[in-house]
């Protein structure tokens, strides 16, 4: 062992993030470290850690600047945390900040640590510009030159096409579909209707306005830049609208998967303060849940043909293997909506017998869940999606669930590009 010979309970104590915005709005003038800073900041003046070292902060986006190689260290510098507080970045798409708080939770669990902060943070309004490969080796053989000839001469083979910006991509690179592309290939594999995709959608938009109207997100959320709430939400969504939005990913106008439907572009920032029990109980801060469970997976989507999305339908059963726990054992559950159709072609998975067992090694099908309790404050539609700051604001949110409901278990699953899939459980 490295430190303990036994695990301990990882504490949750609770999560701050700032309202999600949509792409290019309300956040369009900062940046991820303006925003993982905001995020940070907010987790250390509602517990009350101003000027105090907390053991480790882990965070990262999906989309960063080449400058931002030390984001997390940066922006604890302007947290509000002792200077002498380290920070490191990790990245694992959409399953980024739910990695941190398990990496971290295992640092904690062996006696590593005593607490910690987990974060993410994503913004698709300050995206990382480059310029072609060509001119790359152009400005590299001229830094090179060692006389001024040498130097100056690459110069001359400059061209206008060398200016022209390339833009983040959103396509696989071994596929090169985009993930929309990808699940309306899932939705057609595993026929999901456009009427149950967009039945889910309105219902994490009300789920979503009923929670800001009960005040649930009061003190999950953080006002910034004049935000005082997810921006993307609508309460005035309706069937009758969303059947009106056009395919966004199958221009043929046989696909099924809309605006409506698809998470949005979004910007935005989230953490967690994780702790041992004995940090937290000393210090007189609550304990919402405990961090007990965590599984990765990935699915070969390029020769098998595996669903993009679907990791998580094979992360899950391992997980409850793992705890000894069956899929009805739970009494939350937390899906990340990426898209709807994904959210439902994992649900449909797990009902199938053939499913379960020729590809999960199961003798029987891993059931249907409640789907009253799942996304019970809105998911990802509704809140919207910035990439690497998901997953702590789904342990937050749940941590805080559990404790309001005095439940016992709670469980996570979310998919990332690259066909992987980050799943945890909560207990109290």
């Known amino acids: 062992m490295l430190v303990g010979s036994s695990a301990r309970p990882v504490a949750i104590v609770g999560g701050v993030r700032i309202p999600f915005a949509r792409g290019n709005g309300a956040y369009a003038l900062v940046g991820n470290q303006d925003m993982l800073t905001a995020a940070l900041r907010g987790v250390v003046e509602r517990y009350g850690l101003q000027g105090q070292r907390v053991d480790d902060v882990a965070a990262g986006a ?17 947290s509000g945390l002792a200077a002498e507080t380290p920070g490191f970045d990790l990245q694992r798409a959409c399953g980024t900040s739910l990695e941190a708080a398990i990496l971290l939770g295992n640092k904690i669990a062996l006696g590593q640590i005593e607490c910690a902060i987990a974060g993410g943070v994503d913004t698709v309004s300050d995206p990382p510009v480059v310029f072609p490969k060509a001119f790359q080796q152009l400005l590299l053989k001229g830094f090179r030159g060692k006389t001024a000839p040498q130097r100056l001469g690459p110069w001359l083979g400059l061209r206008m096409h060398h200016l022209r910006p390339v833009l983040p991509g959103v396509a696989e690179p071994r596929t090169g579909l985009s993930m929309g592309e990808s699940a309306e290939l899932m939705v057609k594999t595993w026929s999901i209707s456009r009427a149950d995709q967009d039945q889910l959608a309105l219902e994490s938009h009300q789920k979503a306005v009923a929670a800001y109207a009960a005040g649930f997100y009061a003190d999950l959320v953080r006002g910034y830049l004049g935000l005082t709430q997810d921006n993307n939400i609508r309460g005035d969504s309706s069937l009758d609208k969303l059947a009106k ?46 961090l007990t469970y965590g599984k ?24 409850l293997s793992d705890a000894k726990l069956g899929l009805q054992d739970f009494d939350f559950y937390e899906i990340h909506e990426a898209f709807a159709g994904q959210v439902l072609c994992t649900l449909k998975a797990w009902t199938n017998p053939v499913f379960c067992r020729d590809k999960l090694g199961l003798e029987d099908a891993l059931g249907t869940i409640d789907r009253s309790r799942l996304n019970v404050k809105g998911g990802s539609l509704a809140i919207g999606h910035p990439f690497a700051a998901t997953g702590t604001r789904i342990v937050a949110t749940l941590a805080k669930i559990l404790d309001e409901n005095k439940a016992k278990r709670g469980l996570i699953s979310i998919c990332t590009a690259g066909g992987m899939g980050v799943t945890a459980i909560l207990e109290r």
């Open 62 to 78: 999906v989309m960063k600047h080449s400058s931002q190689w030390n984001l997390t260290r940066e922006a604890v510098l302007g």
């Open 296 to 319: 990765v997976a990935a699915v070969d989507y390029i020769d098998k043909k595996e669903g993009l999305l679907m990791a998580p339908a094979y992360a899950v059963p391992r997980m």
């Open 245 to 290: 939005l056009r395919p966004a990913f199958d221009i043929s106008g046989a696909g099924t998967l809309t605006a409506g439907n698809s998470t949005p572009m979004t910007d935005g920032a989230s953490a967690v303060l994780l702790a041992s029990e004995a940090w937290a109980r000393a210090r007189n801060l609550p304990v919402l849940a405990y």
